[in-house]
C-alpha cells in the first residue's frame, strides 16, 4: 500500500519495515493483535531514545493500525495508547516495593532450582534495579567491568560522558555467581554466541520474569526498572543532584520526570526541614512593631 499508493521511496519503506520489525519483536511477534496495554509497554521500552526516534516509531505503527483497520483485519484501532512526545517526556509507569520484592522472590525460587539461567537473571535484575543502568550500557557491559573488590565501575554513557555507578554488595555478589558460569574466552558479561545479549532479549526476560512472579508484564520493562531505581531513592530521601548523577543526565531538567514522589512526603519534608518549621506564627501586632524598629 506504502509503495502502490504512497508512493513512498525505498528508504522510507526499509525504514517503515525495521519499526515495525522492531516493535513486534518486542510484542513476541504479536504486533497485529497488540491491544492498548502492549502499546503502552512499547511506550515504556522506547524511553531511553530520542524523541524523534519516538515519534517516528509511532507514527509506523499508527500507519500500520490504521490499515488494518481500513482493509478489516481489525475492528478497532489502539494506537490512541501509542507516545505522541512533545515539550514533556511521557512518564513509565510506577513499580512499588512490593512488586521488585515479587520480582526477586521469583528470582531466588529459580535459583533454589539451579541451573545457570536463574544466575545470569539475577546478575541483570541487580544491576538494572540496584544501579539504575541503561539496557544497552547492561547488556554490552565487558566480562570483567564488575571487580569484586570496588563498589562501583565507570561508565561512558550517552555522548561520551563518564560516569560513576554504585555496585551494591548484592549486585556484586550475583554478578560474581554469574561470572563463575561465562566462558573465559568471553569479552561479554552477558554473552549470547559471539555478541553480547540483545536490548530485545534483556526486555523479553524482565516480561518473563514479571509474567512469573504476577506482575502483569506490560507494566515493567528494563526501563521501569532503572526508573524505580531512581523513584525508591528520592523517596527515601535522596538528592535530586545525586540521583542526576548516578542516572548520567546531562540536564537535571531530565532528572524531574523521576520526582513524581508521594505528595505527602514532599509535604512532610517541608514541616521537617524549614527553618521556619519549628517557629511560631507572629502575630499582626507584633510584625508591625518590628517593622518600626529602626
Do not use: C
Given at each position: 500500500?506504502?509503495?502502490?499508493?504512497?508512493?513512498?521511496?525505498?528508504?522510507?519503506?526499509?525504514?517503515?519495515?525495521?519499526?515495525?520489525?522492531?516493535?513486534?519483536?518486542?510484542?513476541?511477534?504479536?504486533l497485529?493483535?497488540?491491544?492498548?496495554?502492549?502499546?503502552?509497554?512499547?511506550?515504556?521500552?522506547?524511553m531511553?531514545?530520542k524523541?524523534?526516534?519516538?515519534?517516528r516509531?509511532?507514527?509506523?505503527?499508527?500507519?500500520?493500525?490504521?490499515?488494518?483497520q481500513?482493509?478489516?483485519?481489525?475492528?478497532?484501532?489502539?494506537?490512541?495508547?501509542?507516545p505522541?512526545?512533545g515539550t514533556?517526556?511521557?512518564?513509565?509507569?510506577v513499580l512499588?516495593?512490593?512488586?521488585?520484592?515479587?520480582?526477586?522472590?521469583e528470582i531466588?525460587?529459580?535459583?533454589?532450582?539451579g541451573?545457570?539461567?536463574?544466575?545470569r537473571?539475577?546478575?541483570?535484575?541487580?544491576?538494572?534495579?540496584?544501579s539504575?543502568?541503561?539496557?544497552?550500557?547492561?547488556?554490552?557491559?565487558?566480562?570483567?567491568?564488575?571487580?569484586?573488590d570496588?563498589?562501583?565501575?565507570?561508565?561512558a554513557?550517552?555522548?561520551?560522558?563518564e560516569?560513576?555507578?554504585?555496585i551494591?554488595?548484592?549486585?556484586?555478589?550475583a554478578?560474581?555467581?554469574w561470572a563463575?558460569?561465562?566462558?573465559?574466552?568471553?569479552?561479554?558479561?552477558?554473552?549470547?554466541?559471539?555478541?553480547?545479549?540483545?536490548?530485545?532479549?534483556?526486555?523479553?526476560?524482565?516480561?518473563?520474569?514479571?509474567?512469573?512472579?504476577?506482575?502483569?508484564?506490560?507494566?515493567?520493562?528494563?526501563?521501569?526498572?532503572?526508573?524505580?531505581?531512581?523513584?525508591h531513592?528520592?523517596?527515601?530521601?535522596?538528592?535530586?543532584?545525586?540521583v542526576?548523577?548516578?542516572?548520567?543526565h546531562?540536564d537535571?531538567?531530565?532528572?524531574?520526570?523521576?520526582?513524581?514522589?508521594?505528595?505527602?512526603?514532599?509535604?512532610?519534608?517541608?514541616?521537617?526541614?524549614?527553618?521556619?518549621?519549628?517557629?511560631?506564627?507572629?502575630?499582626?501586632?507584633?510584625?508591625?512593631?518590628?517593622?518600626?524598629?529602626?
Amino acid at each position: 500500500m506504502m509503495a502502490a499508493e504512497a508512493g513512498a521511496a525505498r528508504n522510507t519503506l526499509l525504514a517503515y519495515g525495521r519499526d515495525l520489525e522492531g516493535a513486534s519483536a518486542l510484542l513476541e511477534g504479536r504486533l497485529a493483535e497488540a491491544r492498548p496495554e502492549a502499546l503502552h509497554g512499547l511506550a515504556e521500552a522506547w524511553m531511553p531514545l530520542k524523541r524523534a526516534t519516538v515519534a517516528r516509531k509511532a507514527a509506523a505503527l499508527r500507519r500500520f493500525f490504521a490499515f488494518l483497520q481500513d482493509e478489516g483485519f481489525r475492528a478497532d484501532d489502539p494506537s490512541s495508547a501509542l507516545p505522541r512526545p512533545g515539550t514533556e517526556r511521557p512518564l513509565p509507569r510506577v513499580l512499588d516495593h512490593r512488586a521488585v520484592d515479587a520480582l526477586f522472590a521469583e528470582i531466588e525460587r529459580r535459583k533454589g532450582e539451579g541451573g545457570t539461567a536463574a544466575l545470569r537473571l539475577s546478575a541483570l535484575i541487580e544491576l538494572l534495579y540496584g544501579s539504575g543502568l541503561r539496557a544497552t550500557e547492561l547488556v554490552s557491559l565487558p566480562r570483567n567491568a564488575v571487580s569484586p573488590d570496588k563498589p562501583f565501575l565507570i561508565l561512558a554513557g550517552k555522548g561520551g560522558r563518564e560516569r560513576l555507578v554504585p555496585i551494591s554488595d548484592r549486585a556484586r555478589a550475583a554478578v560474581a555467581e554469574w561470572a563463575a558460569q561465562v566462558p573465559r574466552d568471553s569479552l561479554w558479561l552477558f554473552p549470547s554466541g559471539r555478541k553480547h545479549l540483545s536490548r530485545v532479549r534483556l526486555y523479553q526476560l524482565v516480561r518473563e520474569l514479571a509474567a512469573a512472579a504476577g506482575i502483569p508484564p506490560e507494566r515493567i520493562s528494563p526501563h521501569v526498572l532503572r526508573h524505580a531505581f531512581a523513584t525508591h531513592l528520592l523517596e527515601g530521601g535522596a538528592d535530586l543532584r545525586a540521583v542526576q548523577m548516578l542516572l548520567g543526565h546531562a540536564d537535571i531538567a531530565t532528572t524531574q520526570i523521576y520526582t513524581h514522589v508521594d505528595s505527602r512526603r514532599l509535604i512532610e519534608l517541608v514541616n521537617s526541614r524549614h527553618p521556619l518549621a519549628d517557629a511560631p506564627p507572629r502575630s499582626a501586632a507584633r510584625v508591625d512593631a518590628d517593622a518600626k524598629q529602626p
